[in-house]
């Protein structure tokens, strides 16, 4: 007896191939075709440290990079990403296909962060600065700095331990740690002493945490750039003649108080291994964190025959230079005159 052959009618067999087509069509779109469509350009994903796949997806799902769960979840089962997911801060282009995205994130292709930092008196500052920039938080951050043992590995101490930062703009992972964070700044540090500026600093007689100290004390004195290499060249005369610094910022610091305006002569009796008029030589290290250019005007200081300078009368921001004593008196009083005319006591 002959077995009847089944067969499918051809109408029903093209209604199937196309039905197979189309959803394979459709399914293809919902991979590699695009997604993200979010109105803005781009979105930041932020996976932080010991963040899991479902972590990932309700992240996705939040900023409307997918609106395709489950055609996610199972791609990133083929993709082998569900136990490999890497934290980091991600950027999310509008259009990002769910394949193209996934490749991005199983990659750990990260968007760096552009950090720049100048203006900085503490290290307490710098440590709130990346608090808010990177995924560690500042006290991370600051329990790093003042670590001894960190200290000690930069060759620095507690004093000069802020001169290992050279400040400029630096890119840098969301997820770099305050280790590495330091590794870096000391690599950044080395590179920028390396070759003249040591050289240099070796022929004024200054190591480079001393250099970055009389820096310091410059850029606190003026904001003219014109000034500081003559700043820097009365502050290097009167070490090597053995003179006290009598750097006001110096007394500021000491005395916790940046923002006054007018020193007074009884914080010149504050007790302080940073009161420059009592203690002869440079302070123990910087008073705040020396910007590159004021470095360069203390190595690149103008030779002169200046032992003094004042503030000058017209609060102009310019200082006033003189040889004698005598000379500086006189500047002296012209700008007090002009500070009481104006009522700043303090």
């Known amino acids: 007896m002959s077995k009847k052959k089944s067969y499918i009618p051809w109408k029903t067999g093209l209604v199937l191939l196309l039905v197979a087509g189309a959803g394979g069509y ?49 791609l990133s089962a083929q993709k082998q990403y569900v136990d490999r997911v890497k934290p980091g801060r991600y950027r999310i282009d509008k259009g990002m296909s769910m394949n193209a995205l996934l490749n991005r994130l199983r990659s750990g292709e990260q968007e760096p962060i552009r950090l720049t930092f100048s203006n900085i008196k503490r290290l307490q ?90 820096a310091s004390i410059v850029q606190a004195e003026t904001v003219k750039m014109s000034d500081a290499p003559i700043i820097a060249g009365v502050y290097l005369n009167r070490l090597r003649k053995g003179m006290p610094l009598q750097a006001d910022p110096t007394l500021k610091f000491a005395l916790g108080l940046d923002s006054i305006g007018r020193v007074l002569d009884r914080d010149k009796d504050v007790a302080s291994p940073y009161n420059t008029y009592q203690n002869r030589g440079l302070p123990p290290g910087p008073i705040c964190m020396a910007e590159t250019r004021f470095i360069d005007s203390v190595l690149n200081a103008e030779t002169h025959d200046y032992y003094y300078f004042c503030a000058r009368a017209d609060l102009s921001g310019h200082s006033d230079f003189s040889k004698t004593y005598e000379q500086h008196l006189v500047n002296a009083r012209r700008y007090q005159r002009a500070l009481n005319e104006r009522k700043i006591y303090r």
């Open 26 to 74: 459709w399914a293809w779109q919902e991979l590699v075709g695009p997604g993200a469509g979010f109105k803005e350009e781009s979105k930041v994903l932020y996976l932080p440290s010991g963040s899991t796949f479902e972590t990932v997806v309700d992240s996705l799902l939040s900023i409307g990079a997918i609106d395709n769960e489950r055609g996610f979840r199972w």
């Open 125 to 214: 500052e710098l440590a709130g600065k990346l608090g808010r920039e990177l995924e560690p938080d500042s006290l991370a951050f600051l329990r790093e700095f003042r670590d001894e043992d960190v200290q000690a590995k930069a060759g620095a101490d507690q004093a000069t331990f802020i001169a290992l930062f050279i400040p400029d703009t630096y890119e840098l992972w969301w997820t770099t740690t305050p280790a590495q964070f330091v590794a870096r700044m000391q690599r950044e540090h080395d590179a920028f002493w390396e070759g003249p500026r040591r050289q240099r600093a070796k022929e004024l007689g200054l190591s480079t945490s001393e250099v970055s100290t009389l």
